[in-house]
């Protein structure tokens, strides 16, 4: 197998020193043999949702740190086998995550990737060890032994396609998203939405990972003349599309909308380009919640004031591991019922269907979001 990875970002090593990866995999040993829990945290560490790497790997650090002061599981420690999960890996991945899941060295996995690689790996796994899907995706997974904790359409999309279809008087809407699973389901539950406030869809296309030269696509869509585009591009492909809208001078007159453009999409993209650009999710790093203001002070003091821009999407890492610590304390016990776990937005678990957590509509100022509603 080979070894886990390291990334780079702005000059400094993400897992830093002490927060890091327990070696190489080879030298990990059988759980029953040691005083450690072990769980394979996987993020996305390359291509196109590279980008969310280091809040990722920071967020799972904290919630690490404060499991294990909290007792571990079972008086055990947790310990974290970072894997790489960009989809151009999964390869990889696969073959790193089998052995791992085989030899008894992971006890289960606490998971950030594109839904296509979830697929893959319940193909893999069977159910063998729990696997903590923590972001949005597109609903309906009922693989056993699979946790899905993240947003969905129906928390995300559904609400704020009629907040914004009111709001913006936007009637006319273009889709466009990455080619696999999330996006194309997504835009699936989004154009009846549309039609149902009375809009059209002037444009639905799909696009490899790896969009290096937008202004094509971009040029395309507005042919179409749209009042409003949706965006379900992941990670750097939405940097590089919400650029070239932005200097084109499209953000002058076309809204744009996306429920997975974070902080880090917006610091890339420039303050320049993210004018008429609204998002929906579950956490900001701007909300104002006293359960948020003390996630931010544990999370920059344990990183030394240094750490990766906070999003979503680090969020739900932290959220993920929480929830693997609750579900194995839960399973000890020979309990069952509602999972609540630690969270910077609050939140309690009840099936892959049913989540309580409150959902907000967001516009991007400069390269920060402002709360506008709450949607759910």
Same mark, same amino acid.
């Given at each position: 197998?080979?070894?886990?990875?390291?990334?780079?970002?702005?000059?400094?090593?993400?897992?830093?020193?002490?927060?890091?990866?327990?070696?190489?995999?080879?030298?990990?040993?059988?759980?029953?043999?040691?005083?450690?829990?072990?769980?394979?945290?996987?993020?996305?560490?390359?291509?196109?949702?590279?980008?969310?790497?280091?809040?990722?790997?920071?967020?799972?650090?904290?919630?690490?740190?404060?499991?294990?002061?909290?007792?571990?599981?079972?008086?055990?420690?947790?310990?974290?086998?970072?894997?790489?999960?960009?989809?151009?890996?999964?390869?990889?991945?696969?073959?790193?995550?089998?052995?791992?899941?085989?030899?008894?060295?992971?006890?289960?996995?606490?998971?950030?990737?594109?839904?296509?690689?979830?697929?893959?790996?319940?193909?893999?796994?069977?159910?063998?060890?729990?696997?903590?899907?923590?972001?949005?995706?597109?609903?309906?997974?009922?693989?056993?032994?699979?946790?899905?904790?993240?947003?969905?359409?129906?928390?995300?999309?559904?609400?704020?396609?009629?907040?914004?279809?009111?709001?913006?008087?936007?009637?006319?809407?273009?889709?466009? &998203?990455? #080619?696999?699973?999330?996006? %194309?389901? /997504?835009? +699936? =539950?989004?154009?009846?939405?549309?039609? $149902?406030? !009375?809009?059209?869809?002037?444009?639905?296309?799909?696009?490899?990972?790896?969009?290096?030269?937008?202004?094509?696509?971009?040029?395309?869509?507005?042919?179409?003349?749209?009042?409003?585009?949706?965006?379900?591009?992941?990670?750097?492909?939405?940097?590089?599309?919400?650029?070239?809208?932005?200097?084109? &001078?499209? #953000?002058?007159?076309?809204? %744009?909308? /996306?429920? +997975? =453009?974070?902080?880090?999409?917006?610091? $890339?993209? !420039?303050?320049?380009?993210?004018?008429?650009?609204?998002?929906?999710?579950?956490?900001?790093?701007?909300?104002?919640?006293?359960?948020?203001?003390?996630?931010?002070?544990?999370?920059?003091?344990?990183?030394?004031?240094?750490?990766?821009?906070?999003?979503?999407?680090?969020?739900?890492?932290?959220?993920?591991?929480?929830?693997?610590?609750?579900?194995?304390?839960?399973?000890?016990?020979?309990?069952?019922?509602?999972?609540?776990?630690?969270?910077?937005?609050?939140?309690?678990?009840?099936?892959?269907?049913?989540?309580?957590?409150?959902?907000?509509?967001?516009?991007?100022?400069?390269?920060?979001?402002?709360?506008?509603?709450?949607?759910?």
């Amino acid at each position: 197998m080979t070894a886990a990875r390291i990334i780079e970002v702005r000059g400094r090593s993400f897992p830093p020193p002490g927060l890091g990866f327990p070696g190489d995999l080879e030298r990990l040993t059988p759980i029953g043999g040691t005083r450690t829990h072990r769980v394979a945290v996987l993020v996305p560490m390359c291509g196109s949702a590279g980008l969310w790497g280091p809040s990722c790997i920071s967020c799972a650090q904290l919630a690490i740190s404060e499991v294990n002061a909290g007792g571990g599981i079972g008086g055990v420690a947790l310990e974290p086998v970072f894997l790489n999960s960009d989809d151009s890996t999964v390869g990889d991945l696969e073959y790193e995550l089998s052995g791992l899941v085989e030899d008894g060295v992971v006890a289960g996995i606490v998971g950030m990737s594109v839904s296509s690689v979830r697929q893959r790996l319940n193909k893999l796994l069977g159910g063998r060890v729990p696997h903590i899907y923590t972001p949005l995706y597109e609903g309906h997974e009922h693989t056993p032994n699979v946790f899905t904790i993240g947003e969905t359409p129906s928390d995300q999309l559904v609400p704020a396609i009629g907040r914004l279809s009111r709001m913006l008087s936007a009637r006319r809407w273009a889709l466009i &998203g990455n #080619d696999y699973v999330w996006p %194309r389901a /997504s835009n +699936a =539950i989004a154009k009846p939405c549309i039609a $149902a406030q !009375g809009g059209t869809v002037t444009f639905e296309g799909y696009v490899p990972f790896g969009l290096e030269e937008p202004a094509w696509l971009v040029e395309r869509i507005m042919r179409t003349e749209p009042d409003i585009v949706l965006i379900s591009l992941v990670g750097q492909d939405s940097v590089e599309f919400n650029r070239c809208f932005g200097e084109m &001078g499209l #953000d002058r007159s076309v809204f %744009r909308f /996306s429920t +997975a =453009i974070e902080e880090n999409i917006l610091m $890339a993209t !420039g303050a320049a380009n993210t004018k008429r650009l609204f998002a929906a999710a579950s956490y900001f790093s701007a909300l104002a919640t006293d359960q948020n203001l003390s996630f931010k002070e544990r999370y920059h003091a344990i990183h030394d004031g240094a750490a990766p821009a906070l999003n979503s999407l680090g969020q739900s890492m932290y959220e993920g591991i929480g929830f693997y610590a609750g579900l194995m304390r839960q399973r000890d016990a020979g309990a069952s019922g509602p999972i609540s776990y630690a969270s910077a937005r609050g939140g309690v678990f009840y099936n892959n269907d049913r989540k309580a957590c409150s959902t907000y509509l967001a516009r991007a100022d400069g390269l920060q979001f402002s709360i506008l509603d709450r949607l759910s």
